[in-house]
């Protein structure tokens, strides 16, 4: 018998007008990295913070066009690639703009966190990934959570080890959310992409499962809400929330890595984390717990709030 198709599970929730529009926000947003179908825009740049830049092109490991910076810096002791989080860019998320207030009502901007890096002499790669910021469009426009993205990861990589002023150099991930868990998937898929990878940052890897437990928990919509979000996702993108996890990819990861999270955060549970930290294989690993607040978007600009403690991550594990 054919499952009920997500229309029909949603409409038998019988939602009222405001939490319809919440539902039918979020899902967007999941299943195409876009709120409210816009692209967040790259407000900042590394010049602003007085950093020479290079804008760069490169393939994903499918041909899809990625668009991103290049930052050197004098005499680098290594490289360092960003992998950003849905619904951001290679510079942040501009949320304090009324059309993208729905997740924070604040900035995040990651120019700090490179200029931090960079003073301390890491060249980075910060780049959009596909359907986001000024990179190409990839499988209709549809957001994988990681199940599509990480192509990018190893198209980031290969292009460093092209790049004539970079493939000697000493490499390093810093992977938020949804690049966190592209990275760990390409990662198990590819592992030969990654021998030149000496440590890595995941700040705020997530699980689909938990996330939407917890916002259909959130809205009063419980189990039932869970299993309608579930199908729609699955009639969008062809992809089951349980599968949209870096959990079972994390055992191929073998490098010292440092996980970061916000602890109380709202949109999810502290257990979803711990859990991907406990799987990760090496004994060279830490956990940092991001206190008081409860907003998820508020652990993306932690280090560069923080940025000491990724410094003293890389200097201790990368060279």
Not at 24 to 51: N, V
Request: hydrophobic share 40%; glycine share 12%; charged share 20%.
């Amino acid at each position: 018998m054919a499952d009920a198709s997500s229309a029909q599970l949603i409409e038998d929730l019988g939602m009222d007008k405001d939490t319809r529009e919440a539902f039918d926000g979020f899902l967007h947003l999941w299943t195409t990295g876009t709120t409210a179908g816009r692209r967040t825009p790259i407000l900042r740049r590394p010049d602003e913070y007085g950093m020479e830049y290079e804008d760069v092109t490169f393939p994903s490991l499918d041909g899809t066009p990625l668009s991103g910076w290049f930052i050197p810096a004098e005499d680098a002791k290594a490289v360092i690639i960003h992998n950003h989080f849905l619904p951001g860019s290679r510079y942040g998320y501009a949320g304090h703009l009324p059309e993208f207030g729905g997740l924070g009502g604040f900035e995040v901007n990651f120019l700090p966190e490179y200029k931090a890096l960079h003073d301390a002499g890491y060249a980075i790669l910060a780049y959009d990934m596909r359907n986001h910021g000024m990179s190409g469009q990839g499988n209709g426009g549809i957001a994988g959570i990681g199940m599509t993205e990480w192509q990018d990861v190893v198209g980031s990589l290969r292009y460093a080890k092209a790049r004539p002023d970079t493939q000697n150099m000493h490499k390093a991930l810093l992977s938020v959310c949804l690049g966190a868990d592209s990275t760990a998937i390409a990662w198990d898929r590819m592992p030969e992409e990654f021998s030149e990878v000496e440590a890595m940052i995941m700040l705020q890897p997530v699980s689909g499962t938990y996330i939407v437990d917890t916002f259909a928990e959130g809205l009063g919509l419980g189990e039932a809400g869970y299993t309608a979000f579930d199908a729609a996702v699955h009639e969008r993108t062809g992809f089951r929330l349980a599968e949209q996890t870096p959990l079972p990819h994390m055992g191929a990861i073998g490098v010292p890595t440092l996980v970061a999270q916000v602890h109380d955060d709202s949109m999810t549970k502290p257990q979803d984390v711990q859990d991907i930290y406990d799987a990760l294989p090496t004994d060279d690993k830490k956990l940092v717990w991001i206190e008081g607040t409860t907003e998820r978007f508020r652990g993306y600009n932690y280090f560069g709030e923080h940025p000491a403690e990724a410094v003293d991550w890389f200097d201790s594990h990368v060279g």
